[in-house]
Each structure stands twice: as C-alpha cells, then as structure tokens.
T-cell receptor, first 108, second 113 residues
Framework: GQSLEQPSEVTAVEGAIVQINCTYQ??????LSWYQQHDGGAPTFLSY????GLEETGRFSSFLSRSDSYGYLLLQELQMKDSASYFCAVLGQGNLIFGKGTKLSVKP | DGGITQSPKYLFRKEGQNVTLSCEQN?????MYWYRQDPGQGLRLIYYSQIVNDFQKGDIAEGYSVSREKKESFPLTVTSAQKNPTAFYLCASSLVLDYNEQFFGPGTRLTVL
C-alpha cells in the first residue's frame, strides 16, 4: 500500500523554529513536495526534494533522505502568518499522493 | 495574471441532484486534476487529465464525472450516485502530468442539504 505519515498538530511560538516530519511508503518514488494551506484557502507549493539533502528557500527548508523514506520541513523565525496546515506529498508512479497534513499553530 | 479559477465558491444542492463545478486555467498547463478534501484530511484524487480529450480515474472517482474538451477547462460533475458529496473540492493544474508542482484554484465548498 501507499501511505504518508506526518503529525496532525504542532504548536510553536513566534520567532521559534519548528520541524514537521514526514515518512512515506509508496510504490515508486521520484521526490517529496511540501504544500501550505491556510484555513479555507488553496494549497500553495513550498518546495520539492528530488535528491537527498537540504533545500533552502528563505525561512523554509526541506530535507529528504531516500534511504530512510523520510523528509522534513523546517520553518525558521516563525511568524503568526505561518499558522496553517502543511502537507507533504510524494511524487511516485502516477500522481502526487498527499499526507493528511500537519496543522501548525503559532502563538505570540 | 495567470492562475486557476473555480466557481462558485459555495454551492448548495438538494439530495438527488447533479451539480457541475467549474475549473478554468490560463497557465497553458497540459495536466489538470480534481481533489476532494474533507475536514482534517489530506487531498484525495478524484480524476485527472493529462491532455485534452483524455482523463483518468483517481482514487475516489465513483459518483463523479469529468470532461476535457478544451485545454483551459476541466469541469467536474458530482452526480446523485455520490453517497457523501459534502466536501471542499479543489482543482489543480501542472505543466505536465507527474510534475512536482501543482497550482491550485481557490476551491468550491459543496454542501448537500
């Protein structure tokens, strides 16, 4: 079967660093993507890892370890506007398969 | 500005009625997708289309139908056969199929009364 596991909720304070983990089990694997979705809004693409290692985009970084079937999204210098749901998604044989999402709450 | 539009934003229908959700993109993308999202859940794929006049079933296609007569348009019909249609429906597109970055429309929230 195909599955992605990520924590359902994470809470952090403004200015802190938070890491959202994602483990996956899929048939076929090309890469791991991350999407952000604010309540009632559309998901927006954040990052993609096709190879092992760290990808950095401003305050956000994403990491992939293919041998461990594991990745994470790292958010630094948290801001209130970062409160949202974050989805990991695997690009495998076929289409993107999405995890159930991690709801991040940023507190003052 | 390029993007994806979905209409309407909110839709109410009576049980037993078919309803069509609109999705239009001007990004010149070949591939388009329809997802369903339930509260606290991820996105589940309903149908996808790689190119005009071609579409394939996703993981939860039962009770839904689509068409792809134009590159820009990928409407979704929720039929009366769909047992639990109340959900948030998201349309997306990507440059080509199996591309890692998908662009999403604002979504349509369908409520069956």
């Amino acid at each position: 079967g195909q599955s992605l596991e990520q924590p359902s909720e994470v809470t952090a304070v403004e200015g802190a660093i938070v890491q959202i983990n994602c483990t996956y089990q899929t048939s076929g694997f090309y890469g791991l993507s991350w999407y952000q979705q604010h309540d009632g809004g559309a998901p927006t693409f954040l990052s993609y890892n096709g190879l092992d290692g760290l990808e950095e985009t401003g305050r956000f970084s994403s990491f992939l370890s293919r041998s461990d079937s594991y990745g994470y999204l790292l958010l630094q210098e948290l801001q209130m506007k970062d409160s949202a749901s974050y989805f990991c998604a695997v690009l495998g044989q076929g289409n993107l398969i999405f995890g159930k999402g991690t709801k991040l709450s940023v507190k003052p | 500005d390029g993007g994806i539009t979905q209409s309407p934003k909110y839709l109410f229908r009576k049980e037993g009625q078919n309803v069509t959700l609109s999705c239009e993109q001007n990004l010149n993308h070949d591939a388009m997708y329809w997802y369903r999202q339930d509260p606290g859940q991820g996105l589940r794929l309903i149908y996808y289309s790689q190119i005009v006049n071609d579409f394939q079933k996703g993981d939860i296609a039962e009770g839904y139908s689509v068409s792809r007569e134009k590159k820009e348009s990928f409407p979704l019909t929720v039929t009366s056969a769909q047992k639990n249609p109340t959900a948030f429906y998201l349309c997306a597109s990507s440059l080509v199929l199996d591309y890692n970055e998908q662009f999403f429309g604002p979504g349509t929230r369908l409520t069956v009364l």
